[in-house]
């Protein structure tokens, strides 16, 4: 992979690159985004905030629905 290619791949949140921070690879609805360790709690904790902002499809559970706690 060439130094471009891994500048181009960027946390959907706060936009760092894969050349300043570790990224991870995510997949919903047929869309990749990739996302650094600090934001990954947005993701998990405050998902149906984020996900509109991300551009990304709100799903059921994203709301809170149909969620079992335990």
């Known amino acids: 992979m060439s ?3 891994i500048a181009t791949l960027t946390c959907i949140n706060c936009q760092r ?3 300043e921070i570790p990224l991870t690879q995510w ?3 047929g869309q990749r ?3 650094c360790p600090d934001c990954l709690p947005f993701l998990i904790h405050r998902r149906a905030e984020v996900m509109p902002r991300w ?3 709100v799903a ?3 709301k809170g ?6």
């Open 3 to 5: 130094a471009t290619t």
């Open 17 to 19: 690159t894969e050349g």
């Open 27 to 29: 997949r919903m609805a």
């Open 33 to 35: 985004f990739w996302i």
């Open 55 to 57: 551009n990304l499809p």
């Open 60 to 62: 059921a559970a994203a």
């Open 65 to 70: 629905e149909n969620h079992a706690e335990g």
